[in-house]
């Protein structure tokens, strides 16, 4: 299928395009995988990080439009590429050039951050592609954020301990949980929630530290808060719009992972403070721009 953009497009469509409302957990992602890896804190690396983890999240979204636009024709038709508002090869330019833009942005702080940057791109490219349909399609998602954080730990700490590679397992579960719900957003509807276990991961996960100080417990509360009204919509879908605003919920939830995840890790409270932040300004982004 190829649709061709009518006119010229703006500012409104490429952001979103980009879902970029949904940009503040991958910033945190960066944040807590640095703490977790115990490596630098400073901007003048955590930012370069961070915006190639964006370039990777925003290309991985145009990608994604790019690749479902036969399907979003018959499903989403209001989606930029079907809806004819920018032709199918711009957002594909535009996809790929944002990872490559990651790639290269990855590639001064060392092999291992060159390498996870590149696999980054590969398993976006792939879930892309292939999500549709595919049973695998929410653990490959739940791929692409471990490797941020595996990326991030890379790049800011030159390795991936053990510790980097746990804490990158349980945001994947969490994100599965997250792309299983989404699966059924354009039907507005939810069959069988028991994948929705899946959320719980960095729960159970930082049971065992709920004593190293305050910030595990304020954190896992929070976590704990944010994810059970999302699963509730998700349960009730008591009017229409009930699936889609539940799952743009999880996503912003992500960020509360990460300050749990750094909480457990030991790091500075205002850290876990900064991931905190994520949640209330990734739902405030998406009440303009749609997360999902």
């Given at each position: 299928?190829?649709?061709?953009?009518?006119?010229?497009?703006?500012?409104s469509?490429?952001?979103?395009?980009?879902?970029?409302?949904?940009?503040?957990?991958?910033?945190?992602?960066?944040?807590?995988g640095?703490?977790?890896?115990?490596?630098?804190?400073?901007?003048?690396?955590?930012?370069?990080?961070?915006?190639?983890?964006?370039?990777?999240?925003?290309?991985?979204?145009?990608?994604?439009?790019?690749?479902?636009?036969?399907?979003?024709?018959?499903?989403?038709?209001?989606?930029?590429?079907?809806?004819?508002?920018?032709?199918?090869?711009?957002?594909s330019?535009?996809?790929?050039?944002?990872?490559?833009i990651?790639?290269?942005?990855?590639?001064?702080?060392?092999?291992?951050a060159?390498?996870?940057?590149?696999?980054?791109?590969?398993v976006v490219?792939?879930?892309?592609?292939?999500?549709?349909?595919?049973?695998?399609?929410?653990?490959?998602?739940?791929?692409?954020?471990?490797?941020?954080?595996?990326?991030?730990?890379?790049?800011?700490?030159?390795?991936?301990?053990?510790?980097?590679?746990i804490?990158?397992?349980v945001?994947?579960?969490?994100?599965?949980?997250?792309?299983?719900?989404?699966?059924?957003?354009s039907?507005d509807?939810?069959g069988?929630?028991?994948?929705?276990?899946l959320?719980?991961?960095?729960?159970?996960?930082?049971?065992?530290?709920?004593?190293?100080?305050?910030?595990?417990?304020?954190?896992?509360a929070?976590?704990?808060?944010?994810?059970?009204?999302?699963?509730?919509?998700?349960?009730?879908?008591?009017?229409?719009?009930?699936?889609?605003?539940?799952?743009?919920?999880?996503?912003?939830?992500?960020?509360?992972?990460?300050?749990?995840?750094?909480?457990?890790a030991?790091?500075?409270?205002?850290?876990?403070?900064?991931?905190?932040?994520g949640?209330?300004?990734?739902?405030?982004?998406?009440a303009?721009?749609?997360?999902?």
């Amino acid at each position: 299928m190829s649709v061709v953009a009518a006119g010229g497009f703006g500012p409104s469509t490429l952001l979103r395009l980009g879902r970029i409302s949904n940009l503040p957990t991958v910033w945190t992602n960066v944040i807590a995988g640095a703490v977790i890896a115990g490596g630098t804190r400073r901007a003048s690396e955590i930012v370069p990080v961070a915006l190639a983890m964006s370039a990777f999240y925003v290309g991985g979204m145009y990608l994604n439009d790019f690749f479902d636009r036969a399907i979003d024709a018959r499903e989403r038709p209001t989606r930029p590429i079907v809806a004819g508002e920018i032709a199918a090869g711009t957002v594909s330019a535009i996809g790929f050039g944002l990872l490559a833009i990651g790639i290269a942005l990855m590639v001064p702080f060392g092999p291992a951050a060159a390498v996870g940057g590149i696999a980054l791109a590969g398993v976006v490219v792939l879930y892309d592609v292939w999500h549709k349909g595919n049973a695998l399609g929410p653990a490959i998602m739940g791929l692409c954020r471990a490797l941020v954080y595996l990326g991030a730990g890379a790049a800011t700490a030159g390795h991936v301990s053990l510790a980097l590679a746990i804490g990158a397992v349980v945001l994947a579960a969490h994100t599965a949980g997250i792309t299983y719900a989404a699966r059924q957003e354009s039907l507005d509807t939810i069959g069988n929630l028991w994948p929705m276990v899946l959320l719980a991961a960095p729960m159970i996960a930082a049971l065992p530290l709920l004593a190293r100080g305050w910030p595990v417990p304020v954190a896992l509360a929070l976590l704990l808060v944010a994810d059970a009204a999302a699963v509730w919509l998700l349960a009730r879908r008591s009017a229409p719009g009930a699936v889609p605003r539940a799952v743009s919920g999880l996503i912003a939830a992500i960020s509360l992972v990460d300050a749990l995840a750094v909480a457990w890790a030991g790091g500075d409270p205002w850290l876990v403070l900064a991931c905190v932040t994520g949640y209330p300004l990734t739902r405030l982004f998406q009440a303009s721009i749609p997360g999902t």
